[in-house]
Each structure stands twice: as structure tokens, then as C-alpha cells.
């Protein structure tokens, strides 16, 4: 069986030879042996008992408690339950950090795509990413309900075609422009613009929206606020619509 001076198992649990001493002075890790020179010899079991000495004190438990808490009968049923709250401690900062890394790449891409950036436009992007899972999901609402459009019109068309029955096509294309309406009526009360010249987040007029060209995630608008002219950036709005109305 291995045995180990103050020094070795100073080195092997990652502490200093005075610590190993402390802790031997206070009776929490006494050496099993000593030579026959009077050097302190510690067994593997004095090791495995000096790791975990080590973790309760990065638990910042008090020496006095880890002493009482080692000379309790089955210490180790304690020591196993503080372990999993580690673990489980652990695991949600790796999550946390791992969403910070997430955000930190996202802001680097961005970054990317802005020839002439500033703190306000850096202040547009945080903003950006920090609704963009809101937005998303109001992208998934009307990429169902035009599924559900698109239905409408194939099917009444292919009854058409077929059967030669073009009265569901007439009335189904009328449901479908009205749909059509009211899901944009939707979309823009939910969604807001950023100006790229004054920074500030607003909500067109439906009929400017409506018609306004525009590409995946910018429409052409004028700015409510500096009557800028020019593609300003989607963002999610409903928060904005919601302090509006908490303030009035």
C-alpha cells in the first residue's frame, strides 16, 4: 500500500504542505503513521479523505464543521447528497455560461453586418437577439396559418380542375384575401421597426407596412420619429405595446 509524506500529499490534492499541517493540527486529517524518523505518513485512505476535505472547503464549510461532519458515523451519506447539489449547481452555470457563449457568437455575427457600427447600434442588436425567440414563434403562427391558406387554394383549385366546380375556388379565394388581410393586421400589430438612423423602435402604419417593400428581417419605412426614409429592422414589438398600455 502507497504511502505519502506531507509534501507528496500536499502535491496530490492541489494544496501547500502548510495547509495538510493545519488541517493535521486540528485533528481533521491525522496521518496514519509515522516512520521511524517521526516523518508523517499518509495512506491512500488519509488521500481519498484529504479530497474531500478539499471539496467541502470549496463548499466554504467551516473546518470545525467538516471535522464534526468526518467523525459522524456514516459521513459519507452527507457527502453524497452535497455532491449531487454540486453537480446539479455545476450543470446549471454550464448552461448559463454555455447561453452567454451562445449570445456572445450572435452579437459577434452580427457585429459582422454592420459596416458602420456605435454603442446604439450595438444597443439595436442586443435588443435584436434579446426578442428574437418572441419573434420567432410569431413566425411560426404565420407559417401555420399560410399553410392553412395554402390548402384553401390548392384544394379548391383541384376541384376545380377536376370536378369542374369553381364556386369553392371563388368563395375559398375570398376567405383567403380576407385571411390574408387579417393576418397582416396581426403581423404588424405584433412586430416593431428599428431606425438605423436615430435608433429608435416604432410602429408603422398598417397601409405603409402593407405595402412597403422588404426582404426576411427589414422593411422599407419611415421612420415615426426622424422621418428617416429608408430599411429599418424587424424586431419583436408586443413588450412596447404592453408598457404603452400600462402607462396609459
Not at 53 to 64: A, N
Not at 115 to 134: A, L, P, T
Given at each position: ?7 507528496e ?16 493540527s486540528r ?8 516512520s ?16 474531500i ?6 463548499l ?7 471535522g ?10 452527507v ?78 383549385l ?63 419605412l ?26 396609459g
Amino acid at each position: 500500500m502507497s504511502k505519502y509524506t506531507t509534501g507528496e500529499i500536499a502535491k496530490l490534492s492541489g494544496v501547500s504542505v502548510r495547509t495538510v499541517q493545519y488541517y493535521d493540527s486540528r485533528g481533521i486529517l491525522i496521518p496514519s503513521e509515522l516512520s521511524e524518523g517521526g516523518r508523517r505518513l499518509y495512506s491512500e485512505e488519509d488521500l481519498r479523505k484529504m479530497k474531500i476535505i478539499c471539496f467541502l472547503r470549496e463548499l466554504d464549510l467551516p473546518i470545525k464543521s467538516i471535522g464534526e461532519l468526518l467523525s459522524e458515523e456514516h459521513p459519507e451519506d452527507v457527502i453524497e447528497i452535497l455532491l449531487d447539489e454540486q453537480e446539479k449547481t455545476l450543470r446549471a452555470e454550464i448552461t448559463e455560461r454555455r447561453s452567454r457563449l451562445n449570445k456572445l457568437e450572435e452579437l459577434k455575427q452580427s457585429l459582422k453586418k454592420v459596416e458602420h457600427f456605435s454603442v446604439e447600434s450595438i444597443g439595436d442588436i442586443v435588443h435584436i437577439m434579446e426578442n428574437k425567440k418572441k419573434l420567432r414563434k410569431v413566425h411560426t403562427v404565420m407559417i401555420a396559418l399560410g399553410i392553412v391558406i395554402d390548402i384553401i387554394e390548392i384544394g379548391t383549385l383541384i376541384l376545380w380542375l377536376q370536378k369542374g366546380i369553381w364556386w369553392p375556388f371563388a368563395i375559398g379565394m375570398c376567405a383567403v384575401l380576407a385571411m390574408g388581410i387579417g393576418i397582416s393586421y396581426f403581423y404588424f400589430k405584433i412586430v416593431a421597426y428599428i431606425c438605423p438612423q436615430c435608433h429608435t423602435v416604432f410602429k408603422p402604419a398598417f397601409k405603409q407596412a402593407f405595402w412597403a417593400g422588404h426582404t426576411p428581417n427589414t422593411r422599407k419605412l419611415t421612420c415615426t420619429s426622424c422621418g428617416h426614409h429608408g430599411f429599418c429592422v424587424e424586431t419583436y414589438g408586443g413588450e412596447r405595446k404592453e408598457k404603452e398600455k400600462n402607462a396609459g
